[in-house]
C-alpha cells in the first residue's frame, strides 16, 4: 500500500493524473485515473492496486511530505470607514491575509437613503473545489418602513403612534413598541417581544387603554342555575344502576350578549327591565288637601266660558264620550253654542262638541245648560255624511279603517293583531266613518281609544286582560280605603260557556274558539260577522265572547281626582284594596262631575268608576 500525502489543495484538476517525485520528473510506469467524482477526502491518500502486478519500487519509500497548520495573527488588516449623507456609500471593508491559499474576504458596502441593497459578501473557499459564498441584503429606507415616529390622528381609526420595529438575524419582527389607538376600540399597546436566532429572550404584557370596542361577547363557559332546587325528571324507568350515581351534565349552549363598547368597566351591566309595568297608587294620608279647579275656553279662539257644572262619561259601549255642562250667564251658552269646548279639571283637559243647547226658566232662576259629544263625533252626522261602501280590493284590516278616515285629520293605532280581508268582504250602507269604525271594532271584539287632544284613534281589545287572568296581570290603578268615598256592588248572571264557534260570510272563515285548560264542551251563541274573514279575526272576536260568559260582579266606586289618582278610562285594570288583598277589574265605564257651589263658590270634582270582574266560585 502507497500512501500519498498533498501540500497543496486539490482543485479543478484534470484526468489522469501523473505523480512526480523529487526533480520533477513523472513517475515511470505509473498513471491515477479516478472512476468516481472526487469528495471530501483528506489527506494522506492511499492507493490500492487489485490483482498481482505490483507497483515499481519508488526512488524514496517516503512520498510527500507532513502538512502543519499553524495559526497566526492576519498578516494584514485594513479597515476603511466612509459616512457620508443622501446615496453615497457607507463602507466597511476587510481584507484578511490568511496563511493558507485561500483569503477569506468581508466586505460591506451600505448605500443610505437610496434604494440600493446593503449587501454583506462572504467569500472562503476553504479546502473545497467550489467556493463558499452567502449574501444578505437588508433594504434600507424603502417603502415598507423601518422606523416611523409620534404620527398622531386624534379621534379618528387611524394609529396615533406607531413607535419602532426593528428585524433581527432574519427571524421576523422582533420588536414593535407602543401602538396607541384612542376610541377606535383597536388594540392599545402591541407585545413587545426581542427574539435571539429564533429564541424569546424578552416579552412584555399588552396594556389597553381608553375605551374598548364594541362587540358581541360569545361563551360557552358553564352558567350555573338560577337560585333554588334543581328538579329532575328521568324519561326513562329506573334500572337496576350502581350505587352511587353518576350525574352527567351537558356542556352550556353558547350564548351571546352585546358589548357597547366604554373603558374599563362594563359598559353593558345587568339592568332591570325597563318596560315593568307600575300600577298607580295614591299615597294613604290622614288628610288630603285639596284645591279643584275648572276652567273652560272655546277652542277656535281660546275665548274664556264659564261654567257652573259639567259631567262627562264614557263607556266600552259607547265609541265617543258624552257630557252635559250648566253656564254661568245667557252670554256664556251663547259663546259655547255649536263650538268645541276645552273643559279642563283639576289640570286634566276634555274635549266636549256642545251640540244641543238649553234653558230652563223658574220664578226669579234662569238656568242655560248644554248636552254634547266628544271630539270624535266630528266624523259623525251632521259634520260628515253617511256614504255607502264596498272594498273593491283586498286590504287588512288596519288598512280598511285607514281608507275611511283618509285625509280627515285623525291617525289610527292598532293594538290588535291585523289581518288580512278579501276583495268585496266588507260592505255597508248610509253609514258615517264613526259609525263604521265602531261596527269594525265591535265586529272583532275590540273598542275604539280616542285620544281628543292629537285626534289619535287606538283599537284596542275590548278586555285587555280576559277575566280568568287577572291574577297575573298588573293594575293601571290600585285604589285604597282613604281615597274610596262611596262603594257598592251588585252581581249580575250571566250563562257560563268555555267554547264558542265564530263563523264569516260568503268569504268568512268557520273557528271554534275555546278557553285554554278546559274541554271546550259549553259553547255560547254562535257569531256570525262579515269581517270574520281569517283565524286571528275569530280569535279575538271568541275571547271577547267568552270573557262576557258567565256571572259578573258590578262595582261603583266614588273617588277624586287628584295627582296621582287620574280620571279612568274605559278598559283600564282597576285594583281595589281590600285588607290585604287586592282584586283586580275592568274598568266598564266612567263619569267625572264637577260643580261650583253659588252660595260658596267652593268647586267639588268626583269621578265614579263602574268596575267588571268575573264572580268568584264559592
Wanted: with cysteine.
Amino acid at each position: 500500500m502507497i500512501a500519498i500525502r498533498f501540500t497543496h489543495q486539490i482543485s479543478n484538476n484534470t484526468q489522469p493524473l501523473s505523480l512526480y517525485f523529487a526533480g520533477n520528473e513523472p513517475f515511470a510506469g505509473v498513471t491515477i485515473r479516478f472512476d468516481k467524482p472526487w469528495g471530501n477526502y483528506t489527506s494522506p491518500l492511499y492507493l490500492r492496486f487489485n490483482g498481482d502486478v505490483e507497483p515499481p519500487l519508488p526512488v524514496d519509500t517516503t512520498i510527500g511530505i507532513e502538512c502543519g497548520i499553524t495559526w497566526v495573527n492576519p498578516l494584514q488588516i485594513e479597515q476603511q470607514v466612509i459616512l457620508a449623507e443622501a446615496a453615497n456609500k457607507l463602507g466597511v471593508e476587510v481584507d484578511s491575509t490568511y496563511q493558507v491559499t485561500a483569503n477569506p474576504t468581508i466586505e460591506i458596502a451600505s448605500r443610505w437613503d437610496s434604494k440600493q441593497s446593503i449587501g454583506v459578501a462572504y467569500d472562503a473557499p476553504w479546502s473545497l473545489n467550489p467556493d463558499v459564498r452567502s449574501d444578505f441584503s437588508l433594504r434600507w429606507a424603502m417603502p415598507l418602513s423601518h422606523q416611523a415616529l409620534l404620527n398622531i390622528e386624534w379621534l379618528t381609526s387611524l394609529s396615533h403612534r406607531v413607535d419602532n420595529a426593528l428585524h433581527w438575524l432574519d427571524i421576523a419582527a422582533h420588536t414593535q413598541s407602543v401602538d396607541i389607538v384612542w376610541r377606535d376600540g383597536a388594540e392599545h399597546q402591541i407585545e413587545f417581544a426581542i427574539s435571539y436566532r429564533g429564541q424569546v429572550c424578552d416579552s412584555q404584557l399588552l396594556v389597553s387603554w381608553g375605551p374598548h370596542q364594541a362587540r358581541w361577547i360569545c361563551s360557552t363557559n358553564y352558567r350555573p342555575p338560577e337560585p333554588g332546587l334543581i328538579k329532575m325528571r328521568f324519561s326513562e324507568p329506573w334500572a337496576n344502576s350502581p350505587s352511587p350515581l353518576a350525574l352527567r351534565f351537558e356542556a352550556s349552549p353558547e350564548y351571546c350578549y352585546w358589548d357597547n363598547g366604554g373603558g374599563l368597566f362594563d359598559a353593558n351591566p345587568t339592568l332591570p327591565n325597563l318596560d315593568f309595568k307600575i300600577p298607580l297608587e295614591p299615597q294613604v294620608r290622614r288628610s288630603y288637601l285639596m284645591q279643584p279647579q275648572i276652567s273652560c275656553i272655546r277652542v277656535s279662539d281660546s275665548l274664556a266660558v264659564v261654567l257652573k257644572s259639567v259631567s262627562i262619561s264614557q263607556s266600552r259601549s259607547q265609541w265617543t264620550s258624552s257630557g252635559n255642562v250648566t253656564f254661568s250667564s245667557r252670554i256664556d251658552a251663547e259663546r259655547a253654542a255649536n263650538e268645541l269646548l276645552k273643559i279642563t279639571i283639576n289640570g286634566y283637559d276634555f274635549y266636549l262638541l256642545c251640540e244641543v243647547p238649553s234653558e230652563s226658566k223658574a220664578f226669579g232662576k234662569l238656568s242655560y245648560s248644554a248636552s254634547g259629544r266628544g271630539r270624535f263625533a266630528e266624523l259623525s252626522a251632521p259634520y260628515v255624511k253617511a256614504i255607502n261602501y264596498v272594498n273593491t280590493q283586498a286590504r287588512s284590516f288596519m288598512g280598511l279603517m285607514g281608507d275611511i278616515i283618509e285625509n280627515m285629520g285623525w291617525t289610527l293605532v292598532s293594538e290588535i293583531t291585523d289581518y288580512n280581508v278579501p276583495a268585496n268582504a266588507f260592505s255597508y250602507a248610509a253609514k258615517t266613518p264613526a259609525e263604521v269604525l265602531n261596527m269594525m271594532a265591535s265586529a272583532i271584539g275590540a273598542m275604539l281609544d280616542i285620544d281628543n287632544e292629537t285626534k289619535t284613534i287606538t283599537v284596542i281589545p275590548q278586555w285587555p286582560t280576559v277575566p280568568w287572568d287577572v291574577d297575573n296581570a298588573v293594575p293601571d290603578v290600585i285604589l285604597h280605603d282613604a281615597v274610596i268615598l262611596d262603594f257598592s256592588e251588585k252581581r249580575e248572571i250571566r250563562p257560563d260557556a268555555n267554547a264558542v264557534f265564530v263563523r264569516g260570510e260568503q268569504q268568512g272563515v268557520a273557528v271554534k274558539v275555546k278557553r285554554t285548560g278546559t274541554a271546550g264542551d259549553n259553547f255560547a251563541a254562535d257569531i256570525v260577522d262579515k269581517l270574520i274573514t281569517d283565524n286571528q279575526a275569530a280569535r279575538m272576536r271568541g275571547t271577547v265572547e267568552l270573557a262576557n260568559a258567565g256571572n259578573k260582579v258590578h262595582s261603583s266606586i266614588r273617588t277624586k281626582v287628584m295627582a296621582d289618582l287620574p280620571p279612568m278610562r274605559p278598559g283600564m285594570l282597576v285594583g281595589v284594596r281590600k285588607g290585604t288583598e287586592v282584586f283586580k277589574s275592568v274598568c266598564d265605564g266612567f263619569t267625572i262631575n264637577a260643580s261650583v257651589s253659588e252660595s260658596t263658590g267652593v268647586v267639588t270634582v268626583n269621578q265614579t268608576v263602574t268596575l267588571l270582574r268575573n264572580e268568584v266560585a264559592a
